[in-house]
């Protein structure tokens, strides 16, 4: 039996579950802001697919995300006004309207981008400039605004109808990558190797002490311990020009400690899965652990910009950023854990490596069933 069609104003409820443009206290600037980049986003795909169609790949699914960020921020300057999303589709009511009363069509593959259809993105993106428009200048006729919000709804629909793609399509996955991103509650998925013997196991806890060293040649490099044991190798920084990533197994650590995933953590205490081969070669491999690699490098090339998000909270990390880690890991099984997990990992990760860059030692702790490493100071 096919799922109820969505109500408008119940995607509206949802979606604003995850507005996060309230908190920044500026009224209607930062939705309208959105808006605008996310249809300015669709016309650049449409442009890209026109110039390369062969470059071009998801290019239906890459629009079904455009339309549903689209109407997010739609629903979210509504939202704002006071004004419901089913009203802006004529249910005066005050009822709820499906989805589904908006296009009765079935999906069809969008191959390549019509001539209406790239008219009928400019027309829509000549309707959310009206609104902006309308925003700035309303100061409180609402009646103004809502003209403004139908006719980007009217367009919105239209474009929908002419890519063959259901709305209500967009409006789901609009909803799961939110939940996805920003969920109403955070439940820890399970680990992934709950399964497995003990000693293939990741430790539930585990303390690991780092700490810099001069070296003859006048360098300096950083070694760990674990329970007086020595583990990895001396680090350096390998780069020209020092930027301590010498201290970037701690990474590596909290992805361990709060996704429950890290090759390169188990490769380092001997934890690998081999009760399994395909599980050993395939997840805890040396191409796993490459991709790790991969994944803490780019991080910590984009972290280094911005002070190693030091002014980062859990929320604020980049979507774009964390949608980039996920795709790096696409086809192992840290590919199932949710954004909100992969930004605490890093924010976490991230947290300790600033702590070593400050003190240049520290006792790492890691609490797997907690999801949480923390870090504090290593006496000389």
């Known amino acids: 039996m096919a799922a109820p069609s969505l109500g408008l104003n119940e995607y509206q409820k949802l979606a604003s ?11 209607f600037d930062l939705p309208v802001l959105g808006l605008v980049g996310e249809v300015g986003s669709l016309l650049s795909e449409v442009k890209k697919r026109q110039r390369d169609k062969a470059a071009i790949i998801g290019y239906e699914q890459t629009v ?36 589904s009363a908006l296009q009765p069509q079935h999906a069809l593959p969008l191959n390549t981008p019509s001539a209406q259809f ?56 609009n909803l799961r990558k939110t939940e996805d991103r920003w969920p109403r509650e955070r439940v820890f998925p399970a680990l992934f190797d709950t399964d497995f013997p003990p000693d293939e196991q990741l430790p539930r806890s585990l303390e690991i002490d780092i700490y810099e060293r001069d070296a003859s040649n006048g360098k300096r490099y950083v070694l760990q311990s674990c329970r007086g044991l020595f583990i990895g190798d001396r680090l350096t920084d390998n780069i020209m020009e020092p930027d301590d990533y010498r201290f970037h197994d701690v990474f590596h650590y909290a992805y361990a400690a709060v996704l429950g995933w890290s090759p390169v953590t188990r490769a380092l205490l001997k934890r690998k899965r081999k009760s399994k081969a395909k599980v050993d070669e395939g997840e805890d491999g040396a191409r796993a652990v490459l ?78 069933e907690k999801r949480s490493l923390s870090i504090e100071d290593l006496q000389e």
């Open 64 to 99: 079904l995300e455009e339309l549903g960020d689209t109407l997010w921020y739609l629903a979210i300057i509504a939202d704002h006004a006071e004004i419901k999303l089913a009203a802006l589709a004529g249910e005066e009511t005050g009822r709820d309207l499906p989805f």
């Open 291 to 368: 991709i790790e690699e991969g994944v803490a490098t780019y991080v910590f090339g984009i972290a280094k910009d911005f002070d190693f998000f030091a002014d980062q909270r859990p929320g604020d990390l980049s979507l774009t950023l964390l949608k980039n880690v996920r795709q790096f890991v696409r086809g192992y099984e840290v590919y199932a854990s949710p954004l909100w997990l992969w930004e605490d990992a890093i924010l976490q990760g991230n947290h300790a490596f600033r702590f070593l860059r400050e003190k240049r030692r520290g006792k790492i702790k890691l609490d797997v």
């Open 118 to 173: 790239e008219k009928t993105l400019l027309r829509l993106a000549a309707a959310t400039g009206e609104l902006a428009a309308a925003v700035d200048a309303s100061h409180g006729d609402k009646i103004l605004l809502r003209t403004r919000l139908d006719s980007v709804l009217n367009h919105l629909v239209q474009a929908a109808n002419e890519a063959e793609v259901l709305l209500e399509d967009a409006a789901r996955a």
């Open 17 to 27: 579950r995850s507005d996060r443009t309230r908190d920044k206290g500026n009224g």
